[in-house]
């Protein structure tokens, strides 16, 4: 079992940065994969970005390639996503997800934290 707690979201202007962390509990962590995904209302969950077990390998969706970069330290049990030059578009829910295979299915997600960005 894996418990995740998303924090770092907020408000912030275009073009601005944010850093959100993904705080999991559990001896486990080290063997899940983790991914970010985001929801904003009326759309479906979007995939953002992926990493590996061992964080050599990572995968972006392509409307955050370039701006947006994932990150984990096992040591800290924690997962990242470095958000930078954010639009107004990237308003949404942000959620961690772990799950066993890069790449998914992901087993289990965070409660969610809310970025806004304003124009």
């Known amino acids: 079992q894996v418990q995740l707690v998303e924090s770092g979201g907020g408000l912030v202007q275009a073009g601005g940065s944010l850093r959100l962390s993904c705080a999991a509990s559990?001896?486990?962590?080290?063997?899940?994969?983790m991914a970010w995904f985001r929801r904003t209302p009326g759309r479906e969950r979007e995939f953002l970005a992926a990493i590996s077990v061992s964080g050599g390998s990572t995968y972006y969706a392509d409307s955050v390639k370039g701006r947006f970069t994932i990150a984990r330290a096992i040591a800290k049990n924690t997962a990242f996503l470095q958000m930078n030059s954010l639009k107004p578009e990237d308003t949404a829910v942000y959620y961690c997800?772990?799950?066993?295979?890069?790449?998914?299915?992901?087993?289990?997600w965070g409660q969610g934290t809310q970025v806004t960005v304003s124009s």
């Open positions: 997800a772990a799950g066993t295979q890069f790449g998914g299915p992901y087993d289990y």
């Open positions: 559990g001896r486990t962590f080290s063997t899940y994969a």
